[in-house]
């Protein structure tokens, strides 16, 4: 990873930091979600994971920006930071037997590449960075140095072959997340400099804004600072962001808040938009909303725990109806033997559940479950 100059890369750094790393969480105001459902009216799903060999050619870093992602071929794909300083990013898909990386140094056109965020499809991974065309950025004045770089979509294919990069044409925006619509549109979530905000952006695929879209007030509040270019109100604006995330759900994206309690903002074809207030057990927030193409699966902390006090395997998952976001189901998670239960559900795709393990040697094992 470069070094970093200027503002503008320590905000963009601050905004990674932001969103990393296990078990994270960032609080967000109350929504006024319904009634929920009684726990003990739920029906439950059994879900018992098998662990499968260790995948080839992939020495797993312990450090892994969440949340994960999943196509529907059954690859998970990771963003790793590598050992042993923890600065430098390794995007990998991986699936029960191999493992597929998407190197951003293989991005000819662009240098002093810094990898912010992806979103992957059954087609093609798209990666926002931040970087320059310049073959030598120069060495000048900070805010000289600074105009020379903006925001990037780099295209690979799935199979790791890099095929295109898009500027993103959005003035005075910090960007954040992006997600890929199937209609070929971008969302893009970021912080607005001139409002001192946090935005959901509609982009076309040549990185042309199209249209802002709404944030519902309990996804999108946000505390101005009284100095936003302070180091201290980078990181306001930064937790923010890092804790507004987008997850496919089929042909649709859905924008969640980490540490919230809902809504979810479900996107579609061309940025149509509706939101879904969730029916959230009492006394839990969400810390993930998995991808999927069946029901709305969502994994659950309790409400206003320390996060060093958070214990992965005393959390709670639950299975909603997309229609109305109430609850179907309370998920029960377990394995074929005491070592294979998951930290984690990565996804569910297909009708099978996905996580894995990685063990002291950094080998890493996929798991699976129908």
């Known amino acids: 990873m470069p070094s970093f100059n200027g503002s503008g890369q320590i905000a963009t750094l601050v905004m990674a930091l ?9 609080p967000a105001p109350n929504s006024t979600a319904p009634e929920t459902t ?33 196509t529907g071929d059954g690859a998970i794909f990771f963003d790793m ?18 493992s597929q990386r998407f190197d951003v140094s293989a991005i000819a056109d662009l240098h002093d590449i810094q990898l912010i965020n992806f979103f992957s499809t059954n087609k093609h991974v798209s990666v926002l960075v931040r970087a320059t065309k310049e073959t030598n950025p120069s060495l000048g004045d900070t805010t000289v140095r600074q105009s020379n770089y903006g925001y990037f979509v780099a295209v690979f294919s799935r199979q790791g072959n890099y095929e ?14 992006i997600a890929a619509l199937t209609s070929g549109e971008y969302l893009v979530t970021g912080y607005d400099r001139a409002n001192d905000m946090p935005r959901l952006y509609l982009v076309d695929s040549d990185g042309q804004l199209i249209r802002p879209l709404v944030l519902p007030d309990d996804l999108g509040k946000y ?20 804790s507004i995330l987008m ?5 649709e994206v859905l924008v969640w808040r980490r540490g919230g309690r809902g809504p979810i903002l479900s996107i579609g ?5 509706r939101e879904i207030e969730l029916h959230v057990p009492k006394g839990l927030t969400l810390a993930d909303v998995l991808p999927s193409d069946q029901s709305w699966i969502a994994h659950f902390q309790v409400e206003n725990q320390a996060d060093q006090e958070r214990d992965p395997r005393k959390t709670s998952y639950y299975q909603f109806d997309p229609s109305d976001g109430s609850q179907t189901a309370k998920l029960l998670i377990g394995a074929d033997s005491p070592e294979h239960v998951p930290a984690i559900i990565a996804c569910e795709e297909n009708g099978t559940f996905l996580s894995y393990q990685t063990d002291d040697k950094g080998q890493m094992r996929i798991l699976s479950a129908k």
């Open 247 to 251: 997850t496919a759900h089929g042909d």
């Open 223 to 242: 505390v101005p600072s009284d100095d936003p270019n302070s180091a201290k109100g980078m990181m306001n604006y930064s937790r923010v962001l890092g």
């Open 269 to 273: 074809a061309n940025g149509s938009t």
């Open 18 to 26: 932001a969103t990393c790393c296990y078990g994270q969480s960032h």
């Open 38 to 70: 009684k726990v003990d009216d739920l029906p439950t799903r059994r879900v018992t994971f098998t662990a499968g060999d260790p995948v080839n050619d992939l020495k797993a870093s312990p450090v892994v920006i969440m949340p994960m992602q999943c």
């Open 164 to 177: 295109k990069s898009v500027k993103l044409a959005m003035h005075d925006v910090i960007p954040s997340h």
């Open 81 to 98: 930071l590598q050992p042993p300083l923890f600065t430098q990013q390794a995007l990998y898909a991986v699936t029960l037997k191999s």
